[in-house]
């Protein structure tokens, strides 16, 4: 129940292409959904969040779309630039455990 | 500007021979998070203080310990470290405790090598 997953594991994208990365979760009391950006040799970095009371939140080429019913949410990238490429974790906080749950990760590359 | 420093960022040490790994934050956050990320692997909670009240995780090996000697700073000891504890540590902060306290501020980790 405590668990995050995420898909796909890797990525594959041209540039200027949209990068779709999903993330599904169980615990209903997960209330607070972050998105982290991780380069090689750097810590993760907070991209872009979202509480379930919004079903999406946009910040410059990154939305995330949350589906409260399905228990779902995703990144999108739009315009998907090689600077972009990165691991991409999603996470969810709240719960009995209140700590932060990661999912396994997606390694996205993009071509220029 | 960094706001969660960690020093040194490449340590290695050897099989069995102690070793502290430090964090520093400038963001004045209540609480502060030891992680550690094996490659290719999500950051996996090995502790966190709320300000001097230290929360272990259940699956945090004994060989691990921290040490919160004010709000600035937070050390993690490793009292024998094995080859498996050869991973990126890293340290994040959060204003408070709870949901709406999130986001955590990673810093850039100490990526811990052992001969």
């Known amino acids: 129940q405590q668990q995050v997953k995420q898909s796909p594991q890797s990525l594959i994208v041209q540039k200027g292409g949209i990068s779709i990365i999903n993330c599904a979760y169980e615990?209903?009391?997960?209330?607070?959904f972050p998105w982290y950006q991780q380069f090689p040799g750097k810590g993760p970095a907070l991209l872009i969040a979202?509480?379930?009371?919004?079903s999406e939140k946009k910040e410059g080429r990154f939305t995330i779309s949350f589906n409260k019913s399905a228990k779902q949410f995703s990144l999108h990238i739009m315009d998907s630039q090689p600077g972009d490429s990165a691991t991409y974790f999603c996470a969810a906080w709240g719960g009995a455990t209140n700590k932060l749950i990661f999912g396994t990760g997606t390694l996205l590359a993009v071509q220029p | 500007d960094a706001m969660v420093i960690q020093n040194p960022r490449y340590q290695v040490t050897q099989f069995g021979k102690p070793v502290t790994l430090s964090c520093s934050q400038t963001?004045?956050?209540?609480?502060m998070y030891w992680y550690q990320q094996k490659s290719s692997q999500a950051p996996k909670l090995l502790f966190h203080?709320?300000?001097?009240?230290f929360n272990n995780e259940a699956d945090t090996p004994d060989n691990f310990q921290s040490r919160r000697p004010n709000t600035s700073f937070c050390f993690l000891d490793i009292r024998s470290p094995g080859l498996g504890d050869a991973a990126m540590y890293l340290c994040?902060?959060?204003?408070?405790w709870g949901t709406g306290s999130q986001p955590q501020h990673f810093g850039d980790g100490t990526r811990l090598s052992i001969l």
């Open positions: 994040a902060t959060s204003r408070d």
């Open positions: 203080y709320y300000d001097k009240d």
């Open positions: 979202i509480r379930p009371d919004v």
């Open positions: 615990n209903t009391a997960f209330d607070y």
């Open positions: 963001l004045n956050h209540n609480v």
